[in-house]
């Protein structure tokens, strides 16, 4: 007589111990009653190849990836969708019951949904979208900006090199910005993204000239430790509408639940004082 197994599902980087997703997921499977466990793992790169080969025959039908793994898991997935391949990451595997892993990125569906909640009436082709930095989520901040409708996307970042190569992978749509004129990214943008660790606890503070800022616009910062960060505290105080950096890891996180556990997630006031707590 077999027995069904209980879904196992995780999430693998390193360091991990700071990451809030066992706290998200570990939410939803109370809330839904389903009978199943989500995991942190500590797994360095040199044992990435195995634990992908041994996870999926324990149980596990599912992870989340996190640095310094995001990338090195394209080679190794047997399927990769258009997004990741896009973004040149993938942040969700999806063990499937054929053996095949399927990676995928949703950190920019994550972002969308994010903006869309906290901002109802937002609209990519409302006008030019500022993006801070150029790194693994910015690259997905703007290829989820322009499949959202954004026609011009003013890009700075410290190094130029790293904005550059974006704009050669993105197109015409980007345009590069010196970082000693970044304030001008920020004239008359509808949409002012931070997707740099500009401003996180630890990190640098974020000196950019913020006067150049609409209150008609719609601000958002990935940073989310601290919640309210000096940039959105400026923005919200000029009267633009802010949107914290939480919400995006909330979504980022429902696609993958939704395939591992077979159940669509809802994103809440509830879920987002679980995770801060």
Same mark, same amino acid.
């Not at 019951?97 to 994010?114: C, L, M, P, Q, R």
């Given at each position: ?41 500590d ?22 990836v ?59 082709? &409302?006008?030019?979208? @500022?993006?801070?930095?150029?790194? *693994? %989520? $910015?690259?997905? +901040?703007? #290829? /989820?900006l ?31 910005? &010196?970082?000693?004129? @970044?304030?001008?990214?920020?004239? *008359? %943008? $509808?949409?002012? +993204?931070? #997707? /740099?660790?500009?401003?996180?606890v ?19 910062d ?8 000096p ?11 802010t ?30 004082d679980?995770?801060?707590r």
């Amino acid at each position: 007589m077999s027995t069904k197994r209980i879904p196992l599902a995780g999430v693998i980087g390193t360091p991990i111990s700071h990451s809030r997703s066992p706290r998200l997921h570990q939410h939803w499977l109370r809330r839904y009653g389903i009978a199943g466990h989500y995991i942190p793992m500590d797994i360095a790169s040199p044992d990435l190849e195995d634990a992908l080969r041994v996870l999926p025959k324990v149980g596990f039908v599912g992870l989340n990836v996190t640095i310094p793994h995001k990338e090195h898991v394209l080679t190794m997935a047997d399927s990769v969708t258009d997004r990741a391949a896009l973004i040149g990451s993938a942040n969700t595997l999806t063990f499937r019951e054929d053996g095949k892993i399927v990676a995928d990125n949703t950190d920019g569906y994550g972002f969308i949904e994010n903006l869309r909640q906290g901002a109802p009436d937002w609209n990519a082709a &409302d006008g030019p979208a @500022a993006v801070i930095g150029a790194g *693994g %989520a $910015a690259r997905a +901040v703007i #290829a /989820s900006l322009i499949d959202a409708g954004a026609q011009e996307i003013r890009l700075t970042n410290r190094t130029k090199a790293r904005a550059d190569t974006l704009r050669r992978e993105f197109g015409h749509k980007i345009e590069v910005i &010196d970082w000693v004129q @970044a304030g001008n990214a920020l004239d *008359g %943008a $509808a949409t002012v +993204v931070n #997707a /740099s660790s500009l401003g996180m606890v630890g990190k640098s503070e974020m000196r950019i000239p913020l006067d150049g800022l609409s209150r008609d616009a719609v601000v958002t910062d990935l940073v989310y430790a601290p919640l309210e960060t000096p940039l959105l505290q400026y923005a919200r105080a000029l009267g633009c509408r802010t949107v914290d950096g939480l919400g995006m890891l909330l979504h980022q996180a429902a696609p993958g639940f939704e395939r591992w556990f077979n159940m669509k997630p809802e994103v809440d006031d509830a879920l987002r004082d679980a995770v801060l707590r």
